[in-house]
């Protein structure tokens, strides 16, 4: 397993002032979840869906209710992440209105008798983002586990979705780390994939 203690001093660091970061923009704009919504390309629900994982926001993470909302009303099949006992990521089936547990962490999760369900857009929380598609997240490696088990058995396009003030100019990476596809602000959405082949093709 993943563990903050064995992480660079650099990414802790940086973790640190990423909370400060998103903490202040969440003050700047409570709206920002629904202008997000408004922003997200519905193209991505048409070529990754339908089974779309989201997540209940915790403390300052922009909100994402308002966009499963939307992706639910264009057709997505909604789940939910669950912190299983041994650690790992699930994801479940889950429509709004149906009760959330407290789980792991303080998170907000199905029941554990929810069905499983492998979905193939996921929508991924984060402290920060670069434009190589490197995610911050908070040192457990949760998502990046499950992620790899998602695409080692198939699709999965993931997408971060961030304040527009947590898009930095580089991410330390580690090798267990998964690339996302796709970020989405309040301001607008990045296709990160589609950066890093340009680059590639420069390069």
């Known amino acids: 397993m993943f563990s903050a203690m064995n ?9 640190h002032h990423m909370r400060q970061i998103r903490e202040e923009a969440a003050a700047r704009d409570p709206g920002a979840g629904e202008s997000l919504a408004d922003v997200f ?5 048409e070529r990754y869906g339908p089974v779309v994982s989201g997540y209940v926001k915790l403390n300052d ?26 650690g790992l990521i699930s994801f479940r089936a889950w429509s709004h209105g149906e009760p959330l547990e407290r789980g792991a962490f303080g998170l907000a999760e199905p029941a554990a008798e929810a069905p499983r369900v492998t979905p193939t857009l996921v929508l991924v929380p984060a ?31 993931a997408c971060a979705l961030v304040y527009q003030a947590q898009i930095i100019d580089a991410v330390p990476s580690e090798p267990h780390d ?20 340009l680059k590639q093709a420069a390069s």
Do not use: C
Not at 7 to 15: S, V, Y
Not at 41 to 45: A, F, G, I, R
Not at 134 to 145: A, I, N, T, W
């Open 41 to 45: 390309p519905m193209k991505l629900l």
């Open 178 to 197: 998964q690339q996302m596809d796709w970020a989405v602000s309040e301001r607008g959405s990045t296709p990160l994939f589609m950066m890093n082949a």
């Open 61 to 86: 993470e922009i909100d994402p209710a308002p966009l499963l909302k939307k992706l639910a009303q264009g057709g997505g099949e909604l789940a939910l992440p669950r912190v299983d006992p041994d």
């Open 7 to 15: 992480e660079r001093p650099d990414k802790k660091l940086l973790r």
């Open 127 to 157: 402290l920060a983002i670069d434009a190589k598609g490197v995610r911050l997240g908070y040192g457990k490696g949760h998502y990046d586990r499950a992620l790899a088990r998602l695409r080692a058995e198939g699709r999965a396009f």
